[in-house]
């Protein structure tokens, strides 16, 4: 069974830094991409970002470019997203998920997806 596990989200004020953690099991996701989406509360939910598990190639939405960076640890079956510079609007509820193809947007893209996890900036 495929499984895709978010931890790390909580409250932080404005200009923080939080780090989410996607655990991977069930299957091997070395062949696929793992994207991050977010959904804030009466919004649609929207990519954030995602990496190319075999390359660590990442590709961003404009709106978190420069300050949240996604990375993978092979060992630990795990991805990352690091952010930084938070900013109230990056209040949402976080996902994971897996596609197996990189650089896409699209949530429909995507085959598998977490639990979520919630992220509030406090200003």
């Known amino acids: 069974q495929v499984q895709l596990v978010e931890s790390g989200g909580g409250l932080v004020q404005v200009g923080g830094s939080l780090r989410l953690s996607c655990a991977a099991s069930g299957r091997t996701f070395r062949s696929y991409a793992m994207g991050w989406f977010r959904q804030a509360p009466g919004k649609e939910r929207e990519f954030v970002g995602t990496?190319?598990?075999?390359?660590?190639?990442?590709y961003y939405a404009d709106s978190v470019k420069g300050r949240f960076t996604i990375s993978r640890d092979n060992a630990k079956n795990t991805v990352y997203l690091q952010m930084n510079s938070l900013k109230p609007e990056d209040t949402a509820v976080y996902y994971c998920a897996g596609a197996s193809s990189f650089a896409v947007t699209s949530e429909a893209e995507y085959d598998y997806w977490g639990q979520g996890t919630q992220v509030t900036v406090s200003s």
């Open positions: 990496i190319k598990w075999s390359s660590g190639r990442t």
